[in-house]
């Protein structure tokens, strides 16, 4: 029965996940006529966007997990270290946004859509399916340590990446704007969300018992 359940829950939030990213692609894509940008570039930005990753991770684990399961992938993004990894990085799309970005622009239309499926729905559904679905493995606190691994390549690509173009996908990671000092405090910020996130899943996990699939 549990398995049944699982599968029903991974095909709607894959559907969901997958809806939402080539949305957002679709949007900013068309985008190139207003803010001048050339499409490859629009494309590299897209993909520069933690949200994007982070919904992407959501869409793949899941996609891989339904499709192929005993593959080295499917293994991979099904284990306990890996999926609770991706819960804590979507949830902290949808903290961070819900907290610091939503206020600052007024989307309309499909935009609107596209950023409640990315911010509210996905966070929101991907975390409820790790709690009931996910696969339970007693997980140490190195594990915490090693979900910052992601975060910390994301945001060193940033700051190159943006110190080259002079485009940065969020404000408090602009250093153009703020500088690294002001750069680092917010990025510690996220970095305390994130640990403090993690360690709360962490404890979840270990005190939950979710048969395996």
């Known amino acids: 029965m549990l398995s049944k359940q ?21 949007i900013m894509i068309n985008s190139g006529e207003v803010t001048g940008l050339s499409k490859p570039m629009l494309a590299a930005n897209f993909f520069s966007y933690f949200t994007i990753l982070s919904n992407l991770l959501v869409a793949i684990s899941l996609s891989y997990q339904l499709n192929f399961p005993r593959s080295k992938p499917g293994q991979f993004f099904s284990s306990t270290s890996v999926s609770t990894a991706i819960a804590v990085y979507i949830f902290i799309v949808g903290l961070v946004y ?35 679905f996910a ?19 994301y ?3 940033t700051l190159i990446r943006g110190a080259v173009i002079n485009w940065y996908p969020y404000p408090f990671v602009d250093a153009g704007n703020l500088g690294y000092v002001k750069v680092a405090l917010n990025s510690l910020a996220v970095l305390a969300a994130i640990l ?10 270990n005190r939950t018992k979710v048969k395996q699939s």
Not at 6 to 26: G, P, T, Y
Not at 112 to 117: G, R
Not at 135 to 153: C, D, N, T, V, Y
Not at 196 to 205: A, E, K, M, W
Request: proline fraction near 5%; glycine fraction near 4%.
């Open 6 to 26: 699982q599968n029903i829950a991974r095909v709607i939030l894959a559907a969901i996940s997958w809806f939402a990213v080539f949305l957002q692609f679709r």
């Open 98 to 132: 819900n907290l610091v970005l939503r206020k600052i622009w007024s989307p309309t239309g499909w935009q609107l859509v596209a950023d409640n499926l990315l911010h509210v729905a996905v966070p929101l559904l991907y975390v409820l399916y790790w709690y009931f």
């Open 135 to 153: 696969q339970r493995e007693p997980l140490g606190w190195k594990s915490l340590l090693s979900w910052l691994i992601f975060p910390a390549l």
């Open 155 to 157: 945001l060193s690509y």
């Open 196 to 205: 403090i996130t993690g360690s709360v899943l962490l404890v979840i996990n």
